[in-house]
């Protein structure tokens, strides 16, 4: 399905060499966030990027959802650079693409009652058209994310629960029928118990209406529950993508392994000590060669140079140890 | 027994009533490693502070609380607190890395810390720094320079200092990346191996996380413990339906939605100023029993731990 000015392209979206640079502090000192980041998802797929904080995860969701633009790069939603869009095109895009994001407990204005938000929403995408029933749509809406219209109309944002409220900023972003959502760490500050049902409403819209889904966090089990390819960064850069499978089950980046050991599992302990390594450098001290050299164990000479992305069968890799079995 | 917690009652005073947070608490803390685990308005904080740190508006309305057989707090009287606090019990509260004064170096806050103790504090943080594996130049800098990570280890450092038998951490590995969360909990448990402290408390929401370092697990539900025993068995068996819904709804690497699709818990969390009447987890229980609003369950010894609940009175 496509509306207006999309043309139907193999990838939803693509982002080729985006980079995000920040100037900070009195000096304008530059930090390079997002460097040179290119990965595309096909429609109806759900990818997660991964990375620990200083990853770019969150920069490069707020670059696709055009509140920040990036240095150098293009991202292009079916065929359109979103960064040049003009005119009604922007609300256009908005109407394919909608964010929801970590704190649902800020996302609502606490002075207006719950279906004000929806209403507000619905309005401004509608663009002035009202051919339709609002309070039906804002219902349907909250019965797709598992919400009783009963129990939460005509309340307060801060009378419902951070599941409740996490809930009602998908039935928001519903409301424009995206084609693409997405998920900024969506369940990292719900309770444990709750998440995996916030879960299952994203699978079940992928499932039901073909939603292409990009969920940003740094839970890993949560990633494998969901997704179908991954994406890892670190420091700005991809370190490894590919099928969720391949990925998490078969690492081959050192990062990708570091990650997959430090993070805890109910089905077993941690056996051996990790020790207390220091990853806190600077990141200037890391302008050359690969990022993660100075936290590797396999680092060798080769890694002062910045390694390509290599592709090996169906998964990317950004690393020299891998420099002489490209496929 | 270091430390022993005998029906415990903390509540909130507010305008609208009693928060109910802690609400009828058993608990012994032996040398172990003994990880608290509950959701947002389960009490756990609560506990924590009520043990060490009660002051308005949360009061002690029932219980007591013993160290080494010596009772330390009983309601309107917390006086027996100074004599251990810090000495003897130290706490590391929530958010403690980011309460850290930004205008000071850290070895300042060190000295105003211990005042009236000495110089070979100073030394001392020095040879625990080296321990963690942090530089001692640490002690040189702002609070702000230092990462997440490096902070809470300094933070750790810095509570620790005097020796205290038992150190109670609330939330201290919840803002970290997962590399440096590893860290900062094995740093615990090389703690408590190495005698620096012989018993820890470690309070926090991510039952994963802490299963990994903990001798024994407390589960905590809307102000009461509702399992508590070693933690491979609470993990591996457990027998609470609460505690047996919170971890079967945890995914691990390898669970994929359309091989096994994992169920939450249904409902919302307890109202604390109005808990349901009789055990308090069964609006949202699948396996509640007529009597199960109406009688509370008591703490029974089942199968190596304590349950309660009444499918196994």
């Known amino acids: 399905m496509t509306r207006g000015v999309w043309n139907l392209c193999a990838n939803i979206l693509e982002l080729r060499g985006v980079t995000k640079v920040f100037k900070t502090g009195l000096t304008g000192k530059p930090v390079v966030a997002v460097d040179k980041v290119s990965f595309a998802l096909r429609e109806g797929e759900i990818l997660s990027l991964l990375g620990e904080s200083g990853s770019g995860k969150s920069t490069i969701a707020r670059m696709i959802l055009r509140f920040l633009k990036p240095t150098q790069g293009s991202i292009i939603y079916r065929g359109k650079d979103v960064w040049r869009l003009q005119g009604r095109e922007v609300l256009e895009y908005y109407q394919e693409v909608q964010g929801i994001f970590q704190d649902p407990y800020s996302s609502f204005n606490p002075i207006h009652r719950v279906e004000h938000h929806l209403k507000q929403a619905l309005r401004s995408l509608a663009d002035g058209k009202k051919n339709f029933d609002e309070d039906n749509v804002i219902r349907e809406a909250m019965e797709r994310v598992g919400l009783n219209p009963q129990n939460v109309m005509g309340k307060y944002p801060h009378e419902l629960s951070g599941g409740q409220l996490q809930r009602l900023s998908i039935a928001r972003a519903l409301l424009a029928r995206p084609r693409l959502l997405v998920a900024d760490e969506p369940v990292s500050m719900l309770d444990a118990s709750t998440r995996v049902d916030l879960l299952n409403i994203l699978a079940e819209l992928r499932d039901e209406e073909r939603m292409t889904i990009i969920l940003i966090g740094h839970d890993l089990s949560l990633a494998y529950y969901i997704s179908d390819t991954v994406v890892v960064l670190y420091r700005g850069s991809v370190m490894e993508s590919g099928h969720v499978d391949e990925v998490l089950m078969r690492p081959k980046h050192p990062y990708t392994r570091l990650l997959l050991d430090s993070v805890p599992q109910l089905d077993k302990k941690w056996e051996h000590r990790m020790g207390l390594e220091n990853g806190d450098q600077d990141y200037d001290e890391l302008s050359k060669g690969c990022k993660f050299a100075p936290r590797c164990p396999k680092r060798f000479d080769k890694c002062e140079e910045t390694p390509p992305l290599l592709t090996l069968g169906s998964r990317r890799v950004s690393c020299w140890l891998y420099a002489d079995r490209q496929s | ?313």
Do not use: W
């Not at chain 2, 060490?52 to 508006?57: E, F, G, T, V, W």
């Not at chain 2, 307890?270 to 069964?282: D, K």
């Not at chain 2, 609006?283 to 309660?308: F, H, I, T, Y």
């Open chain 2, 1 to 313: 027994m270091l430390l022993e917690v005998r029906g415990l009652r903390a509540y909130y005073r507010t305008l609208t009533g009693y928060v109910k947070a802690v609400n009828g608490v058993d608990l012994q803390l032996g040398e172990e490693i003994l990880g608290i685990v509950g959701e947002s308005g389960s009490g756990k904080s609560t506990l924590a502070s009520s043990i060490i740190l009660p002051k308005p508006p949360l009061r002690i309305v029932e219980g007591e609380v013993l160290f080494r057989g010596e009772r330390i707090v009983a309601p309107s009287d917390t006086s027996g607190l100074t004599r251990v606090r810090y000495r003897h019990i130290s706490i590391i509260p929530q958010y403690a890395m980011d309460s850290l004064s930004p205008t000071r170096k850290v070895y300042k806050i060190i000295k105003d810390l211990a005042r009236g103790l000495g110089d070979d504090v100073l030394a001392k943080a020095r040879r625990r720094l080296r321990r963690v594996n942090l530089p001692e130049r640490v002690l040189d800098m702002y609070p702000v320079e230092l990462s997440g990570g490096m902070k809470q280890r300094t933070v750790i450092v810095i509570s620790t200092l005097l020796d205290p038998e038992v150190l109670i951490a609330d939330e201290v590995t919840s803002a970290l990346d997962v590399t440096t969360q590893r860290a900062v909990l094995e740093m615990l448990r090389d703690f408590k191996d190495s005698g620096i402290v012989r018993s820890i408390m470690i309070i926090t929401h991510d039952i994963a996380s802490v299963y990994q370092v903990s001798d024994t697990l407390a589960i905590m539900y809307a102000g009461r413990i509702v399992e508590h025993g070693p933690a491979e068995k609470v993990i591996r068996d457990p027998l609470h339906p609460y505690a047996q819904a919170l971890i079967s709804s945890i995914p691990k690497i390898g669970i994929h939605y359309k091989m096994q699709k994992l169920k939450g818990i249904p409902g919302n969390p307890p109202s604390l100023r109005n808990p349901p009447s009789g055990c308090a987890f069964h609006p949202r229980c699948s396996r509640s029993l007529d009597e199960c609003s109406s009688r509370e369950p008591r703490m029974v010894s089942k199968d190596g731990r304590r349950v309660a609940c009444l499918l196994y009175e």
